[in-house]
């Protein structure tokens, strides 16, 4: 089990660092074919969504790697399943379904990984 929550979270992190790189630094006309709703939200909006994709992105390895405050891969894989819940909302009032169900598939791979960091496998503290 340990080694499928490794990779989930593996994958995932490269998905968000994508993600969030485009999102919070590329020019957003150069975005809009891949993310058609960057052009009907504030530009800070779509720089804040990628800057948290890329944080969340960090947390779902680094703490769990470095055994240094593990409980922050949990906290990550919730941050980033608020942010897919609200995509979610968001691309179904869009009439935007495909995207919605990436959202809704994504959001239980991170549930996934934050019971899993939380009873399933817990990362134990650096002593």
Do not use: C, H
């Not at 990779?7 to 975005?31: E, H, R, T, W, Y």
């Not at 890329?54 to 470095?66: D, F, M, N, W």
């Not at 959202?103 to 990362?123: D, E, Q, S, T």
């Amino acid at each position: 089990m340990n080694i499928a929550i490794w990779v989930v979270q593996i994958l995932l992190a490269v998905l968000f660092i994508q993600f969030g790189f485009m999102k919070a630094f590329l020019p957003i006309d150069s975005i809009a074919d891949q993310t058609p709703f960057v052009l009907d939200v504030p530009e800070a909006l779509v720089r804040f969504i990628g800057v948290a994709e890329l944080a969340g992105a960090l947390g779902l390895i680094l703490p769990a790697i470095t055994r240094i405050l593990p409980w922050l891969t949990i906290a990550a894989a919730g941050g980033l399943g608020t942010i897919m819940i609200l995509a979610f909302i968001f691309g179904v009032s869009r009439g935007e379904i495909p995207n919605a169900v990436m959202n809704i598939v994504l959001l239980a791979l991170l549930a996934f990984i934050a019971y899993g960091r939380w009873k399933l496998v817990p990362i134990s503290a650096r002593s």
